[in-house]
């Protein structure tokens, strides 16, 4: 059993910044991708970020210059540093990792709880 814990969101204005953090503990043997996710009100879930163990990133084309995701693989965390947030960003944004949970087993995709990220003035 794997469990993912974020924290970081809240209410931000306009233009500010924010940083989540998201934990993963349990039965955990690697970790592959680890990416944060968002759903806003009414939308499908969409890709926000991943990172690959090696540290090779991608983002969602709306995000490209003002969030950045790190990792740090000794402690099982991902992080994401948003900036220059606008009202769009809004959203509860999700940790998302593919897990090893023990050596020979497959991977298996497992996801936090949430967080919400409300940016409005």
């Known amino acids: 059993q794997v469990q993912l814990v974020e924290s970081g969101g809240g209410l931000v204005q306009p233009g500010g910044s924010l940083r989540l953090s998201c934990a993963a503990s349990?039965?955990?043997?690697?970790?592959?991708?680890m990416g944060w996710y968002r759903q806003a009100p009414g939308k499908q879930r969409e890709l926000v970020a991943v990172?690959?163990?090696?540290?090779?990133?991608n983002y969602a084309d709306s995000v490209k210059g003002r969030f950045t995701i790190s990792r740090d693989n000794a402690k099982n965390l991902v992080y994401l540093r948003m900036n220059s947030l606008k009202p769009e960003d809004t959203a509860v944004y999700y940790c998302?990792?593919?897990?090893?949970?023990?050596?020979?087993?497959?991977?298996?995709?497992?996801w936090g709880q949430g967080t919400q990220v409300t940016v409005s003035s």
């Open positions: 349990g039965s955990i043997s690697s970790i592959n991708f």
């Open positions: 998302n990792a593919e897990v090893r949970p023990w050596r020979g087993a497959a991977y298996q995709t497992s």
């Open positions: 990172i690959t163990s090696g540290g090779i990133t």
